[in-house]
């Protein structure tokens, strides 16, 4: 009977126990309780939060003391934070005394619906920690690279931060399309590390940079020519389609579910890049902003956490540029998504980016904020030139 | 061990002779950078031309004259009506295309001159083993294998001479390295190519009168472009060298994968081994031998 | 006037993902299967059911399989018929070895030991690409043959390798009349089609043309090169094995493995190139034009009569084909589908010329 009033929410990592109109008289019925939630919480192997119900639970002062032992068992084993409902006057003032002496947030709420947000703030709180001591977003360390015997990047290191918006500017050649490809593993560096969501790497395949939530667009624009623009959107959605190619073949139940709910998701990228007029239309006869644009769009259905655009602005008019900042900003705020540009017009990289890098010759120069970089003398020589 | 030397040295003079036939495949595709599947059914149309205006009562010498002259205005056509239009398609269509060229080819070259089999004489050259090195050696080789290979020899000595000597070699090799490059000095680029074609068509002839002599002027002449293949993926498609190389390679080792390896599983192995050869050298080194790396931009 | 989609609304992502959107089109096809399955059977002589209509509906499928390869997948492959006679042998072995195999298993298991070796040498793929890799195809060609002309269990020891077809037979029905086999050709190769049609609009026929038209892009994405290529290698050499049984079991009956030469593979590439590349409607134009062509040429010789020289047909129809190819290439490279679709894009608009 014990066994029903423990749920497990996977979803938010929560087991919530119901100890709705319970009696412990003695320090048997404690332990029967316990040894059940005990081997619960051992066979999933994992940590939880913990949602306790208490309305009308009656816990007789016998068993208080061995009731409080088997909970604090529990939550030091396996928990990650606890949230309680509806204790009575009693057992409150009993657990605000022993959270004074232990030194723990008693989180006593009237409503269960308060406890669960307390819980998503105790959710949040963690991931943020974590995400804190796993170290930063993206760094890159003492990276260079060489083809034969032409140094394309040299010791170049430099971090950016989660959910901003960060550029790589410098002259023509100076390896700025080079260290994107290096990123996202097109290109292994010689020597150096790069260093995503907390883990090192040195090299990668290519194909493992989109499974990390890595995605890019190109100089020269790398739309797949021969299909539509509503297919090449939906390529960027591959890797979260399951269905085996037997399904597919068959194009019925799961598969069709599939491809379905994916193209739902794609039209609201369509949507929100306003392309609704093209989505049939093959891509090799689109105009050059547009392509620039629905390559944008794949890269966004994809969901990515670390967005690379090189050059997203090259070669278009004034009105087309606006446009395209106003996405990449969109991009930013509305999804979260961190973005890594290269970009040679100026004023576009200082009005919107949060954090530069400068690069020349393959190595790097200076760093900073817009206004940093822009005063910067070593960055005015590289663009202006000196007598050398 | 004579027998031994005996079939490597049989295996390289005929491998000679793919190199001949490569080459062929060699030059069109380093100034234009067409792959041309065509190249064999120019054997063949070379071959059929020169023992068909033979028979029409021409000696020798006017013969050839006559069908190295069909050979130029195949070679002009082909570029005019085949390559232009295609300029700046994708590689693999050009390829397609010359499938679509050779099947023409030898459609046309039966049309006119008949599908039966011919001989075809090089006077003064019998396929018959050199006495001297039967007596001293005790290894046959054949006469007329020696002096395919001389022709090949001088053949590709006059080739280089004129890629790297000449004003029209240097302008080839310029076509070759960049065609927008090439144009922006004012290099005619279709005049290059119709050049480079007619080359080639003379390639072809002297591979079809070799052949010819060989094997007898027949459809299977065609087939001997298909052993060129792997000798172009062994030797790379971009260099003379490496045809040269690689036909020795092939040859040697056809021969002998015959002799020793073949008994093994039944025989016959002649048709697939060079291929097989080819696959596993590509897996090494997918450029050739000679042929360049490319770093693939993004 | 009447082919107009106006006043057909798509509610519905499902709506708008059919096979044919247009009500018109539903209905033509429609049409189309009734009069092949219904009208043809019964109405079509021995010669036609035999001599023309199954050999274009199993080079159909043969081109469909090279098609996925070479038009979706841009890998060129010259080696569609020796994938072919692996179907053909497989099957073969598997009704001999085996008691009380099914014939349909028998195609199945035929089209699976052509994946296998479809795989094996779709691997230098990862390699190399272009004319190289058509080039390496030439292995499988001409090995295959090789083996198993030199290999006689394949052929259960039967003289330079021929084997004759068991007879087909489905819960106790023989299949010995053409309309019969005409029928089952036309079964298997409309389920197989139709199955092809919707991978090439699904994730795997997405991933497929990805590769083919931006290799590092589809990689940076997140296509893994070696599946998706060996995926397409497998499946296209699937469809290649169950044209080759067919090719023995409800065509001709008797085969060898010469008979699936290097000159059967180019017809099936000319098949795709003229039917249309990366198309699977143009794979049935251009079996049907590759098919239909040298009968037109020899009627039209006979026709001409002695006038004409000995031999000049079959010469004609290689001058033909080649000149076909280039102008396909140079004029269409979309080949007969898109020619069709043009039609209809035309016929959407008509009376009116825009």
Not at chain 3, 148 to 176: D, R
Request: hydrophobic fraction near 50%; charge should be neutral.
């Amino acid at each position: 009977m014990f066994e029903e009033r423990i749920i497990f929410h996977d979803a938010i990592e929560t087991m919530e126990v119901d100890f709705c109109g319970t009696t412990f008289a003695v320090n048997a019925d404690v332990d029967a309780f316990y040894d059940v939630v005990d081997k619960r919480l051992a066979d999933s192997g994992r940590s939880w939060y913990f949602l306790v119900v208490y309305t009308d639970c009656v816990i007789a002062p016998e068993a208080w003391e061995r009731f409080a032992e088997r909970g604090k068992i529990a939550n030091v084993k396996h928990g990650l934070g606890t949230v309680r409902v509806g204790a009575s006057s009693q057992t409150r003032e009993e657990i605000r005394q022993r959270a004074e002496q232990e030194a723990f947030r008693s989180n006593i709420f009237n409503t269960r619906d308060q406890a669960m947000l307390a819980l998503g703030e105790m959710r949040k709180r963690r991931r943020d920690s974590r995400a804190a001591a796993e170290g930063t977003f993206l760094r890159v360390e003492n990276v260079s690279l060489r083809f034969g015997g032409v140094k394309a990047i040299t010791g170049v290191s430099f971090e950016i931060k989660r959910g901003e918006i960060s550029s790589i500017i410098g002259p023509n050649g100076a390896g700025k399309s080079s260290m994107l490809n290096v990123i996202n593993g097109v290109y292994h560096p010689q020597e150096g590390t790069v260093t995503y969501l907390g883990n090192a790497r040195h090299q990668m395949r290519t194909h493992e940079a989109a499974t990390q939530g890595i995605a890019r667009t190109f100089q020269n624009i790398a739309l797949f020519k021969g299909m539509s623009v509503l297919d090449n959107l939906m390529t960027g959605r591959n890797l979260k389609m399951k269905s085996n190619f037997l399904l597919q073949a068959l194009y019925w139940g799961p598969a069709q579910r599939e491809e379905l709910a994916h193209r739902k998701k794609v039209e609201e990228i369509i949507d929100f890049l306003e392309i609704e007029h093209i989505r049939k239309t093959p891509v090799g006869r689109l105009p050059y902003g547009l392509q620039k644009r629905v390559e944008l769009g794949r890269a966004l259905a994809a969901e990515p956490t670390l967005l690379l655009l090189d050059e997203p602005m090259a070669g278009m008019n004034v009105e087309e540029k606006q446009d395209m900042c106003r996405f990449i900003l969109d991009v930013n705020d509305q999804f979260g998504t961190t973005i890594l540009l290269i970009e040679h017009d100026m004023g576009v990289v200082m009005d919107i980016s949060n954090f530069v890098v400068v690069l020349d010759h393959g190595m790097k120069i200076a760093e900073g904020t817009p206004d940093e970089v822009r005063s910067d003398p070593t960055v005015i020589r590289a663009y202006l030139g000196t007598a050398h | 061990m004579q027998f031994f030397f005996e079939v490597l040295i049989g295996g390289l003079l005929s491998g000679v002779m793919y190199a001949l036939v490569a080459l062929g495949f060699v030059l069109i595709y380093k100034a234009s950078g067409v792959f041309n599947f065509a190249q064999g059914a120019m054997v063949f149309f070379a071959a059929l031309t020169f023992v068909g205006v033979m028979e029409l009562g021409a000696p020798f010498g006017l013969a050839l004259v006559i069908t190295f002259a069909a050979m130029v205005l195949l070679g002009v056509a082909t570029e005019k009506v085949v390559l232009r239009p295609l300029v700046n398609q994708p590689q693999i269509t050009l390829f397609m295309a010359t499938i679509g060229l050779t099947f023409f080819i030898e459609g046309l070259a039966q049309g006119m001159w008949g599908a039966s089999v011919r001989g075809l004489e090089i006077p003064g050259i019998q396929d018959e083993p050199i006495e001297w090195a039967m007596d001293n050696w005790g290894i046959g080789i054949s006469k007329f294998d020696l002096f395919a290979a001389g022709v090949s020899a001088v053949l590709v000595s006059v080739l280089a001479v004129f890629f790297n000597k000449t004003r029209v070699g240097r302008a080839l090799r310029a076509v070759a390295d960049d065609h927008q490059g090439a144009l922006a000095i004012g290099i005619p680029l279709q005049n290059i190519w119709r050049i480079v074609w007619a080359v080639a068509g003379f390639v072809a002839l002297v591979a079809g009168l070799m052949w010819g002599a060989r094997n007898g002027v027949q459809f299977a002449l065609t087939f001997v472009a298909l052993k060129a293949l792997p000798v172009l993926i062994i030797g790379g498609f971009e260099s003379v060298a490496g045809a040269i190389v690689g036909g020795l390679i092939i040859g040697a080792a056809e021969k002998l994968g015959e002799v020793y390896i073949g008994p093994m599983v039944g025989g016959g192995i002649e048709g697939w081994f060079p291929y097989v050869m080819a696959l596993l050298f590509l897996l090494v080194r997918p450029e050739g031998l000679f042929g360049e790396r490319h770093i693939d931009r993004v | 006037m009447l082919y107009r989609e106006a006043g057909q609304f798509k509610a519905t992502y499902q709506e708008d993902q059919q096979i044919f959107p247009i009500r018109q089109d539903r209905i033509a096809i429609a049409s189309i299967l009734v009069f092949f399955y219904l009208v043809v059977p019964a109405a079509a002589n021995q010669y036609w059911l035999q001599a023309i209509l199954i050999p274009v509906l199993i080079f159909s499928l043969a081109a469909i399989g090279l098609n996925i390869l070479t038009g979706y997948a841009g890998q060129l492959s010259l080696g569609s018929a020796a994938f072919m006679a692996v179907g053909a042998f497989a099957a073969y072995n598997f009704m001999l070895r085996v008691p009380g195999m099914p014939i349909l298993a028998a195609f199945v298991l035929g089209g699976l030991c052509a994946a296998a070796v479809g795989i094996a040498f779709g691997l230098p793929s990862l390699r190399i690409k272009g004319f190289y890799l058509a080039v390496a195809t030439l292995a499988a060609q001409f090995f295959i043959v090789w083996a198993l002309t030199k290999f006689p269990w394949f052929s259960n020891y039967s003289s330079s390798g021929v084997i004759t077809a068991q007879q087909v037979e489905i819960l106790g029905y023989a299949f010995i009349s053409p309309e019969s086999k005409y029928v089952l050709t036309l079964a298997v190769v409309t389920v197989l089609a139709l199955a092809a049609k919707n991978m090439v609009r699904s994730s795997i026929g997405r991933s497929w043309m990805a590769i083919r038209d931006m290799d590092v892009a589809a990689e940076v994405i997140g296509f893994r090169p070696m599946h998706t290529k060996l995926s397409a290698f497998a499946i296209s050499s699937f469809y290649c094995g169950v044209a080759g049984a067919l090719y023995a079991y409800t065509y001709l009956g008797t085969v060898e493995p010469e008979g699936f030469n290097l000159d059967m593979s180019f017809k099936i590439l000319f098949m795709v190139i003229i039917g249309g590349v990366g198309s699977i409607m143009g794979s049935f134009l251009g079996a049907a034009f590759i098919v239909l062509l040298p009968i037109f040429l020899n009627i039209s010789m006979h026709v001409l009569g002695d006038w004409v020289p000995h031999g000049l047909a079959s010469n004609l129809e290689l001058i033909v084909f080649g000149g076909l190819i280039i102008f396909f290439l140079i004029v269409e490279p979309h080949g007969l589908a898109r020619l069709w679709q043009i039609g209809k894009e035309k016929l959407r608009l008509w009376p009116f010329p825009h």
